[in-house]
């Protein structure tokens, strides 16, 4: 709508992952650099959290799109209340056949697929996506399915991506053997003022193939900064949003005015439908998404 009034060739601020959009602050990149050296190490068990619309997905999606062939991922994001079987996910996320297949025989196929994986040299990971869901008993069944791992090789490799309320859960007493086996993790907090003006800068770069510092004014960006919290995703609904204002309007930059008139709009329609920080952002929780394989 926007894109050709404001010389960009795709929408700068989709809530979507979009791996060549990532952004990388200081605590991004110490983010990435362990759960890399978590694979290549290879730790048991890598963590990764931090509130909704951080860049948790985002930038495990990066990891692995950088690691390429050397390595076979399974991910496993279905992580709600009904939650099943964890031996049945597993192998379904690794595209192995599970039905009809007891436990035993579920586990000696998972064993065999692992094998089969390390005499060809490739790692094999599982990205648990939105584990803050899984229960006590889920995590503990996912600490047995570690188990497969043999003598000093690491022949499962297990990422679990979540929430603030995942780090909590794994504290508690009764959880103390799986913290155990975590051996790389990191928490994601929201961007700073003097990040979140990057941030929108680098999109913009990127959508546009060139620098255009001008096009989100600095006091724009600060406003920005104040309403979202410093939160990735809902930095990129106002600037989405702020763009069709400008564009309604003639603007050929967003400046102040154009944030303050989006803000005081949406708090005349009875306010932001998010709540930066917390766990009902958007009301529908995370929206980000990891290919389910990702192999050669």
């Not at 009034?5 to 601020?13: E, I």
């Not at 800068?201 to 990127?206: A, G, L, P, S």
Request: glycine share 8%.
């Amino acid at each position: 709508m926007y894109e050709k009034f404001y010389g960009l060739t795709r929408r700068p601020f989709s809530i979507l992952p979009q791996a060549e959009f990532l952004y990388l602050t200081a605590q991004h990149r110490t983010a990435l650099s362990l759960l890399e050296y978590g694979i290549l190490k290879p730790s048991m068990f890598s963590l990764i959290t931090g509130d909704i619309g951080t860049g948790k997905s985002t930038l495990v999606r990066h990891l692995l799109a950088r690691l390429g062939a050397s390595i076979s991922v399974g991910v496993i994001s279905n992580t709600h209340k009904a939650f099943g079987e964890l031996l049945e996910w597993t192998l379904q996320a690794f595209g192995l056949d599970f039905r009809g297949k007891d436990k035993v025989e579920m586990f000696q196929l998972l064993s065999n697929f692992l094998t089969h994986e390390f005499v060809k040299n490739r790692r094999v990971v599982l990205v648990v996506d939105e584990a803050q869901n899984m229960t006590v008993d889920a995590l503990e069944e996912l600490r047995m399915v570690s188990n497969v791992n043999a003598d000093r090789h690491h022949l499962l490799q297990i990422i679990l991506i979540g929430q603030t309320r995942l780090r909590e859960k794994i504290r508690m007493p009764v959880m103390q053997q799986f913290a155990q086996r975590i051996e790389t993790d990191f928490h994601l907090k929201p961007l700073s003022m003097e990040d979140v003006e990057g941030y929108i800068r680098h999109r913009i770069k990127v959508a546009s193939g060139r620098d255009v510092p001008e096009l989100f004014e600095t006091d724009a960006c600060r406003l920005i900064y104040r309403i979202s919290r410093g939160v990735p995703r809902v930095i990129n609904l106002i600037c989405d949003t702020a763009l069709v204002y400008g564009f309604a309007a003639g603007k050929q930059r967003i400046d102040l005015s154009i944030i303050d008139e989006l803000h005081r709009d949406k708090q005349a329609q009875g306010g932001w439908l998010f709540e930066p920080g917390s766990d009902h952002v958007g009301g529908s929780g995370e929206v980000e998404q990891i290919p389910t394989r990702a192999t050669a």
